[in-house]
């Protein structure tokens, strides 16, 4: 049973970083793949945020673009999101899956930014 486990969000002021990490387990080979970081708000549904190739190439929303970095480590089953110059907009709660999603959602991170 694949189990996705989220950490790494806080409180921080606008302008601020945080890096979030997810560990994978059970889930086959993690690098056949593609992985992704989710943020849900009380106003918008789930939305994929980022997303990074087994290869490591990555796609982003535009509103992270230049913002957010999503990167992997195929052999500790990890995908970590870097995350600079954060705003209000980028408070939620953040989730890893598959780009697609396949898995069971993981209890995911809360990510407050205010000042």
């Known amino acids: 049973q694949v189990q996705l486990v989220e950490s790494g969000g806080a409180t921080v002021q606008p302008g601020g970083s945080l890096r979030l990490s997810c560990v994978v387990s059970g889930g086959g080979i993690f690098s056949q793949y593609i992985m992704g970081w989710y943020r849900q708000t009380p106003e918008k549904e789930r939305e994929l945020v980022a997303s990074v190739y087994g290869g490591r190439d990555a796609v982003y929303t535009d509103s992270v673009k230049g913002r957010f970095t999503i990167s992997r480590d195929n052999r500790k089953n990890t995908v970590s999101l870097e995350m600079n110059s954060l705003n209000a907009e980028d408070t939620g709660v953040y989730y890893c899956?598959?780009?697609?999603?396949?898995?069971?959602w993981g209890q995911g991170t809360q990510v407050t930014v205010s000042s």
């Open positions: 899956n598959t780009a697609q999603p396949t898995w069971p």
